[in-house]
């Protein structure tokens, strides 16, 4: 019965060693993981290119005749001094297509070539008009 007691208090102080160490182990992982860590600079962020390649096809001779279709340009974000039209974010001064953004407002941008001047407008599913203020 003693012999029992013993080992049961051997085994018990084992773990203890061992859960020590473990602990110990952990408080290195968490304090190296408290160290502080440097993200990408801003500026290297909106200097990166646009990944993905758009393939454009060659027109058929068939195709010549076919009206061109003048894109649509879905305004979807402005924030500080960037808009985002059509998945792209752009800041003023920018061309698209063959528009140049010349001023961005909290509401709006307005898109203006050699013929025509757009103003676009952020729109919800249902064509109204988003607010958002802040202080």
Do not use: H
Not at 83 to 106: D, M, R
């Amino acid at each position: 019965m003693i012999c029992i007691l013993f080992l049961a208090v051997l085994a018990i102080a084992k773990e203890g060693i061992s859960l020590e160490q473990e602990v110990k182990e952990y408080d290195q992982i968490f304090s190296k993981i408290a160290n502080k860590r440097v993200g990408v600079d801003v500026k290297n962020i909106n200097e990166i290119s646009n990944p993905f390649v758009v393939q454009s096809s060659e027109p058929n001779s068939s195709d010549v005749n076919i009206p061109v279709q003048e894109p649509e340009y879905s305004l979807e974000a402005i924030v500080d001094r960037k808009v985002k039209i059509n998945g792209k974010w752009y800041w003023i001064n920018e061309t698209i297509e063959s528009f140049k953004i010349t001023k961005i407002t909290q509401k709006s941008v307005i898109l203006t070539n050699e013929i025509e001047q757009k103003e676009l407008f952020i729109k919800t599913k249902d064509r109204s008009n988003i607010e958002i203020f802040s202080k």
